[in-house]
């Protein structure tokens, strides 16, 4: 449900406020600035897909981005950066906004560093890291817009994201993990559109995945910030392994960490 990156500090202004992250080439940064920045494009195989999943491109962030703030419009982890009590002056619509836009960066990373699949007309959208995968260079965050939310967050929506979130999931993670930390799939976020809800979108975008993470004995590491979910997450052979709390809002905001451990032989 988020990711490993870490505050990054801009110290200027953008000359231009509407540019957004498709305004930027991502066909391949010059390879110069790779190599000076030690950077490789990332080579993790892709599992074959099955039968209506398929990976999301960069041309099509928005989109998933779409799917993604509609099945998180009210969820309490994903809005704790956004519905906070300095920005009580700010209309629902100017929030929105922003739920989208913080979507919208977060997948573009994810397009570039990780693995973005969907199924049907954007009825649901998956965002992973595979094993051995991060967004964590500064390379990422500014091909994907993320550094801006240091000036789009308020200053209790940057403490929230950057001092808490980010950090508490990033140790939960390797915590949990250990050395298995580098070998496991990251199931970032999943959410489906309000259509495409219980028709086996969700099913198809997990399995995806933990048929490959079975073939490769990997562990599959979630965070649930729905307590209905823990339930659907056991079907596919999730167990919550730990509860963790985000404190910063009027009540606390709860997180179940969940693990897949891989499963061998026929049953998945
Ligand atoms: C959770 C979510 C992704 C499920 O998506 P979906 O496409 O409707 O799920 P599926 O149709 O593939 O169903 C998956 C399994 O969960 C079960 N399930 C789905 N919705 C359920 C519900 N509301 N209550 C109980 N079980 C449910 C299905 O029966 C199915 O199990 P089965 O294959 O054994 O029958 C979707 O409800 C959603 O986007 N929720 C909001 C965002 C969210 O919380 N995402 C997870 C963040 S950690």
Redesign the pocket.
């Known amino acids: 449900?988020a990711t490993t990156i870490s505050p990054l500090r801009v110290d200027f202004e953008p000359k231009n406020s509407s540019l957004n992250a498709a305004d930027i080439n991502t066909t391949g940064a010059p390879l110069n600035l790779l190599k000076l920045l030690n950077l490789r494009p990332t080579t993790v195989p892709i599992p074959p897909l099955p039968e209506g999943v398929r990976v999301v491109t960069t041309a099509e962030y928005k989109q998933a981005a779409a799917c993604l703030a509609e099945?998180?419009a009210e969820?309490e982890a994903v809005r704790y950066p956004v519905d906070t009590p300095d920005r009580t002056h700010w209309t629902e619509q100017e929030k929105w906004d922003l739920h989208v836009e913080i979507l919208e960066y977060v997948t573009y990373a994810h397009i570039l560093k990780g693995l973005v699949t969907t199924v049907g007309d954007f009825e649901?959208v998956a965002l992973w890291m595979p094993p051995g995968t991060n967004m964590d260079d500064y390379l990422t965050m500014f091909q994907s817009g993320m550094w801006r939310l240091n000036y789009r967050l308020s200053a209790e929506g940057k403490r929230r994201f950057f001092t808490e979130f980010l950090p508490l999931l990033h140790d939960m993670k390797h915590g949990t993990l250990g050395a298995r930390d580098d070998s496991s799939w990251y199931l970032v976020?999943?959410?489906?559109s309000l259509r495409?809800?219980?028709?086996?979108?969700?099913?198809k975008l997990i399995r995806h995945v933990t048929s490959q993470a079975d073939k490769d004995g990997a562990p599959v590491y979630?965070?649930?910030?729905?307590e209905?979910?823990p339930?659907?997450y056991r079907?596919f052979g999730f167990e919550t392994v730990r509860t963790v709390y985000l404190h910063r809002a009027e009540r606390n905001v709860e997180l179940d960490i969940m693990v897949r451990e891989p499963v061998r032989g026929e049953k998945k």
């Open positions: 449900m099945a998180f969820d649901a976020y999943i959410g489906t495409g809800r219980g028709k086996g979108n969700a099913s979630l965070e649930s910030s729905n209905k979910n339930p659907i079907r």
